[in-house]
Structures are given as C-alpha cells and as structure tokens.
C-alpha cells in the first residue's frame, strides 16, 4: 500500500466512522433532518423485521419509531470496516441503545448489531443499507431472553 493508498484509506474510514456517529448523534437529539442525511437516496433499512426501501419510506419508519420513546440513547461500538474493489465498504457495529417509553415510561435496553453497506455519494460515504439484529431487548436488568447473533456477511 503506498502513502497515498494509506492516506486515502484511512480519510474513508473515518468517513464512515463519522457518519455512523452522526447517525448515533441524530437518534439522540431526535434530529430527522441530520439523520436523514446519512441515508443513500435509494436505501435500504432492515429493523425489527421490516425492511423500508428509499429514503422517504426510511425516514418515515424513524419517524413512527421514534414516536413511541420519550427519550433514546444510542451508543456505537467498536465497528470493523472493510473496503470492497467496487468501490463500497461494508461495517459491522455492536450498538447499545437506553430507551424510556413514552407510553408508560418504562426503561428499555436493546443490544444488537449493525451489518451495512456504504457507497459513496458526492464524496461523502451514506448507507446504502443497515440490517439491525437485535440480541437483548428488554429491561436494563438483562431479564429477557439473549439471541444468537447472526453470522458475520
């Protein structure tokens, strides 16, 4: 890898490190119009069971979600990047998210992991897709049951 390969690489990753915590950051301060622009125009979101296409029907989906909490916190981890010769990458991010439920006030913890796809647009990395697979959902003290995490792509 020369010095500019190097250079070039480690701009993109942090590229996309961004943009995952600039995604994070909007589900925190309820900002649909910043997380709105991490999303490809043509992407798809897979949560929960249901996958949206397009960013209108993304945003739209947030926006329901979003709704039933009064409060949400997400927390990104450690995310493992790999550069593909087509000219997107592919992330895989562990992800905890503290919620309280606007219904009742109840606390929610979800644990899970992202598996997405980023394709760059205009010279700046967007998710082209996001497949959230839940491994814990429910009460902060761990009593619901763990899944088994999906294998890596």
């Known amino acids: 890898m020369t010095e500019d390969s190097t250079g070039e690489y480690l701009r993109d990753e942090l590229a996309?490190?961004?943009?995952?915590?600039?995604?994070?950051?909007?589900?925190?301060?309820?900002?649909?119009?910043?997380?709105?622009?991490?999303?490809?125009?043509?992407?798809?979101w897979s949560l929960l069971g249901n996958t949206h296409e397009g960013q209108n029907a993304i945003v739209t989906h947030f926006q329901n979600v979003t709704r039933?909490?009064?409060?949400?916190?997400?927390?990104?981890?450690?995310?493992?990047?790999?550069?593909?010769?087509?000219?997107?990458?592919?992330?895989?991010?562990s992800m905890t998210e503290y919620a309280?439920?606007?219904?009742?006030?109840?606390?929610?913890?979800?644990?899970g992991l992202y598996d997405d796809v980023y394709i760059p647009v205009n010279s700046q990395w967007l998710f082209a897709e996001r497949a959230f697979s839940v491994l814990?959902?429910?009460?902060p003290d761990l009593s619901s049951p763990f899944q088994p995490a999906p294998s890596s792509s």
């Open 100 to 111: 309280r439920m606007a219904s009742d006030g109840a606390a929610l913890l979800t644990i």
């Open 68 to 93: 039933s909490l009064e409060a949400v916190i997400q927390h990104p981890h450690g995310g493992m990047i790999s550069f593909e010769k087509n000219g997107r990458a592919t992330g895989r991010w």
């Open 136 to 139: 814990y959902m429910g009460p």
């Open 16 to 44: 996309i490190r961004s943009l995952v915590a600039r995604y994070s950051n909007a589900v925190c301060c309820d900002d649909i119009s910043e997380w709105r622009t991490t999303w490809s125009q043509d992407g798809i």
